[in-house]
């Protein structure tokens, strides 16, 4: 049976990576006594994957893993043992069923994320709200994308679903999986270029809200909807 | 929340944050207003290091049991973040409550290997504590030591204000009443080192005048103060079954280099090899019952959720449970998920069969330390393996599957001959000639059988406390020859040679057997940037030639002489219980050639028997 874990991610604890936050929880899996099955081989591991990571110095409401069970665990108690035995800066919210079909797990399902961007230093614009409407109005956003082996121009604009202003910062909702994947910190880049603002002027701090994949109707659903409590 | 004593742009910037955040699972917090005796725990490297080492679990865990004190930890900044610390005027913290070091009332250091000397200068300065143990004021920290290097504590004299000698497990208690019982009373500092002077096992350094003779060697070791025992007795626990272990250790979140349960099956070792320190430091043996450590196997891997087990021991083979703890493991825990590994172990059936249990074959690799290439040798430093012995166990081991295998030796032991070094050599194409005797059709492959070499450095407390060493020339030239001997070989294709860096060995090898002198050397090389010099990458050899120079002391005068028994040694104030007669009994033995049985075949009447604990009283009962 396998079973999907919602977490939050907050405090201290987004100074660790996502490797580190694996092993993280999969010593509190044996420490909360959750029946989770095994790979076979020499050296056994948990069955567990997660569905995003999670950058370095991000937190989130809306982390996902999925694991398999050998046996049947009631959702309300597997959140109260598992919390029991994690330190602060990590919760679990939920812990659901989902099916055992293939597609349905892991990482390849997730479609897009909710991030909430507040002013870490620095000012916003006084017409913060008709600016960020005008911005996510342009018909393409072109920025140069860095990564380690590479710079190129691309147009974020086709991975952003979701733009607005919030009193402080913004709310986006933006491509994320293996398929396509947009960082919010690279659409906050192209929004202070398209003010005008260099880094020294505005930092943001961003937090991850939901994270999402798209059902039958192609609308976006939270991961944990697609499980069931288990009673 | 608690608020970290580093920001986010800083943490942010930094090579592995997670060093820095405390918050790990198990780590204790308490409040402070509750509490009267703060101490940090330090261990002079860096987190991943740290971390791993048992002693330090163990005290974290004795001390916070104290509802009055709250033990907190505290590791070496790394480079990036000692650069950033320096710029702005950061003072080093603990871990748990984030609170500079300088603001509590004990910092405690643990001094497992000499190339962290510099790493202990960092701590203090960066904690801005004065280095000086002569410049701390009413209110800075005591600064204590701790830990194998204690049994010669004279090259860091300068830098504290105690030591203790010995386990921890003993005194540490009556220490921290008599300071808060100072305290109450409004005693001053020095009246606390006065008393804590007057406990079994502390040493404190500032109560002892050294003079030298014109030929460099000390005069005298004196007492300058009336609360000074002339003598300083190392401290042990009699009973390890019955008496602290941390059944709640603290579970890192980034990979500590010893990431698992540490079952720590006994202390010491029955072998007495001369030139191995915790031999002889660590006497007598004592075993922990096995009946405790199924217990703490349990309640350690819930507590910790870590993925496998370890035993922990100078030699496992020698611990007479062995085979019921090791099957007990096997059975409740490999078939959930759990590893069991298990170092140091002799290889015979038994451990074969063991290992053929727990691990992957085509990727584990046997490992036998022989130590010295020829049987003489092997005789002369009472490594009581022999060559056939080896031999079998790589046959059995062949047999079993297994195609590769380890084997460690020390270049520069006393006695050494040419025909000694070339022996390493030998002794590693003996075990791959064994292999190739397999019939073709039924062996993988090739073997791979991989010869490592290290320099010997004397130490203080053994038979060989007397020895020379040898100039760093030597070191290389007795590497090449080795080195050499290897291409010649027949089956060279199927053999490796490693060995060691002899820069590290001269330095290791003057702050072993050094006098209060040395350590002026540590603190200049300090000042010229000198910095984790246990690791490679880091190492200066230049800086620290330039560090010897400026302050004029010469290595040659305590590495490359041979001490007189007669000489007054820098450690001889310290009293382990093994006596000098002893060791100086073993050394003509070595020159001798004469082994000496191990403890449970025969005592040997090395004067540990005054404990009265462990193996001593075992082979009387």
């Known amino acids: 049976m396998k079973a999907r874990v919602k977490f939050r991610k907050f405090g201290v604890m987004k100074f660790i990576g996502h490797l580190d936050l694996l092993r993280y929880f999969q010593k509190a899996m044996r420490r909360a006594d959750i029946p989770i099955a095994f790979s076979g081989g020499y050296s056994p591991h948990m069955i567990m994957s997660f569905a995003h990571p999670l950058g370095v110095g991000l937190t989130s409401d809306g982390e996902y893993f999925d694991i398999e069970l050998t046996e049947a665990l009631n959702s309300r108690e597997a959140v109260a043992r598992l919390n029991e035995v994690l330190v602060e800066g990590t919760e679990v919210l939920s812990f659901v069923q989902i099916p055992d079909t293939k597609k349905s797990a892991g990482m390849t399902i997730v479609a897009a994320a909710d991030y909430r961007c507040l002013v870490k230093s620095g000012e916003l614009p006084e017409n913060h709200q008709e600016l960020t409407g005008r911005f996510f109005d342009q018909p393409e956003i072109i920025i140069l994308k860095q990564t380690k082996r590479s710079e190129q121009m691309i147009d974020i604009k086709p991975m952003i679903y979701r733009f607005q202003a919030l009193p402080g910062g913004f709310f986006m909702e933006v491509a994320t999986g293996s398929a396509q994947n947009l960082k919010p910190d690279l659409v906050m880049k192209a929004f202070r270029q398209y003010a005008g603002l260099s880094e020294d002027d505005i930092s943001f701090t961003c937090h991850r809200l939901e994270t999402y994949a798209r059902d039958g109707e192609d609308n976006l659903v939270p991961l944990e909807k697609l499980g069931s409590e288990i009673v | ?621």
């Open chain 2, 1 to 621: 929340m608690r608020k970290l004593a580093l920001s986010d742009d800083i943490l942010m910037k930094i090579e592995k944050p997670a060093r820095y955040i405390g918050n790990e699972v198990n780590s204790v917090m308490k409040d402070k207003n509750d509490i009267s005796i703060r101490f940090a725990m330090c261990f002079p490297d860096v987190y991943e290091i740290g971390m791993s080492h048992l002693g330090i679990q163990i005290l974290y865990d004795m001390f916070n049991r104290r509802e009055d004190t709250w033990c907190e930890r505290v590791y070496a900044p790394w480079t990036d973040l000692d650069k950033i610390m320096r710029r702005d005027n950061i003072p080093l913290f603990a871990l748990e409550s984030q609170e500079p070091l300088k603001d509590f009332d004990f910092l405690g250091i643990t001094i497992q290997y000499e190339m962290c000397y510099t790493n202990i200068l960092q701590i203090l300065d960066l904690g801005q504590i004065p280095m000086a143990a002569k410049d701390r004021r009413e209110n800075d920290p005591i600064v204590i030591g701790g830990g194998p290097c204690t049994y010669n504590p004279e090259p860091l004299a300068d830098y504290f204000d105690l030591f203790y000698i010995g386990e921890g497990e003993t005194v540490y208690d009556q220490l921290l009443d008599a300071y808060k019982e100072n305290r109450h009373c409004g005693g001053t500092r020095n009246e606390f080192l006065e008393k804590a002077a007057e406990i079994e096992g502390i040493y404190v350094p500032s109560f002892y005048d050294v003079t030298y003779q014109e030929d460099g060697t000390i005069a005298a070791f004196a007492a300058n103060n009336i609360h000074a025992k002339e003598q300083i007795k190392k401290q042990m626990v009699k009973d390890i079954s019955h008496t602290y272990y941390p059944q709640k250790p603290v579970v890192p979140f980034i990979k500590a280099i010893q990431d698992r349960v540490v079952l720590e099956i006994q202390r010491g070792c029955i072998r007495g090899c001369r030139f191995c320190q915790a031999g002889m430091i660590y006497r007598p043996t004592r075993e922990r019952d096995v009946a405790v450590l199924k217990d703490y196997a349990y309640k350690m891997v819930k507590n910790t959720g870590h993925e496998e087990i370890s035993l922990s021991s100078l030699s496992s083979s020698d611990y007479s449970e062995l085979k019921e703890l090791v099957t007990f493991l096997i059975e409740e825990f490999a078939g959930k998920g759990i590893n069991i590994s298990l170092p140091s172990l002799r290889i015979d059936a038994f451990s074969l069969d063991v290992m053929q249990r727990v691990q992957d074959i085509r990727k584990s690799s046997l490992t036998f330390a022989p130590e010295a290439g020829t049987q003489r040798l092997r005789d002369v430093i009472n490594k009581g393996l022999s060559e056939e012995v080896i031999l079998q166990g790589a046959e059995q081991a062949f047999a079993g599957g297994w195609t590769k295998v380890k084997l460690y030796f020390m270049l520069g032991l006393p006695s050494e001959t040419e025909e000694d070094m070339k022996g390493i050599t030998h002794l590693a194409e003996a075990v791959a000639r064994q292999y190739y005797e397999i019939p073709k059709d039924q062996r993988k492959g090739k073997c791979q059988i991989t010869a490592s070499t290290s320099f010997f450095v004397p130490k203080p407390f053994t038979p060989f406390q007397w020895e020379t060493m040898h100039t760093r020339e030597e070191y290389i030239a007795k590497a090449r020859l080795v080195n050499q001997e290897f291409r010649e070989q027949h089956n060279r294709k199927s053999l490796r040679y490693n060995w060691h860096e002899p820069d590290v060995t001269v330095l290791e090898g003057v702050f072993a057997r050094g006098d209060r002198r040395v350590g002026q050397v540590l603190l200049e090389a300090y000042r010229l940037g000198c910095l984790y010099d246990a690791w490679t990458e880091e190492f200066d050899h230049d800086k620290w030639l330039q560090a010897f120079d400026n302050t004029g002391i010469d290595i040659a005068f305590y590495n490359l002489r041979e001490r007189s028994v007669e000489e007054i040694l820098p450690w001889d104030f310290i009293d382990i219980g093994v006596t000098k007669k002893f060791l100086i009994r073993e050394r003509e033995n070595a020159m001798n050639e004469k082994v000496t049985p191990n403890c449970r075949t025969r005592c040997a009447g090395c004067g540990i028997g005054m404990y009265e604990g462990g193996v001593c009283i075992e082979s009387k009962g």
